[in-house]
Nanobody
Framework: QVQLVESGGGLVQAGGSLRLSCVASGRTFSSLVVGWFRQSPGKEREFVAA????????YYADSVKGRFTISRDNAKKTIDLQMNSLSPEDAAVYYC????????????????????WGQGTQVTVSS
């Protein structure tokens, strides 16, 4: 079992920044694939970013590439998502998720890959 708890959401003006954090517990964190997804009202949950369990490079959705940065700290068991240049289109509930294994972009961006999910944190962007 893995427990994930997100924090850091809130209200920000367009063009601003937020940093989300997710704390994991219950399993050896370094062995997990971790990612961020988001869901806005009336839309399906969508992939934002993911980071492999080893030293591999992170993956990003095209819509956030260059603006968002995902990082992990295996010692602290945390996954952070630094979000810059936010727009109203980024407003959503953001979820942290983890998986045991993944390979390739198609795998990392698929909701079905991830077994454990946090409860979500709301991000609101005012125009």
């Amino acid at each position: 079992q893995v427990q994930l708890v997100e924090s850091g959401g809130g209200l920000v003006q367009a063009g601003g920044s937020l940093r989300l954090s997710c704390v994991a517990s219950g399993r050896t964190f370094s062995s997990l694939v971790v990612g961020w997804f988001r869901q806005s009202p009336g839309k399906e949950r969508e992939f934002v970013a993911a980071i492999p369990r080893g030293a591999g490079s992170p993956y990003y959705a095209d819509s956030v590439k260059g603006r968002f940065t995902i990082s992990r700290d295996n010692a602290k068991k945390t996954i952070d998502l630094q979000m810059n240049s936010l727009s109203p289109e980024d407003a959503a509930v953001y979820y942290c998720a983890s998986a045991d294994y993944c390979s390739g972009y198609g795998c990392y961006r698929s909701i079905k890959t991830y077994r454990y999910w946090g409860q979500g944190t709301q991000v609101t962007v005012s125009s």
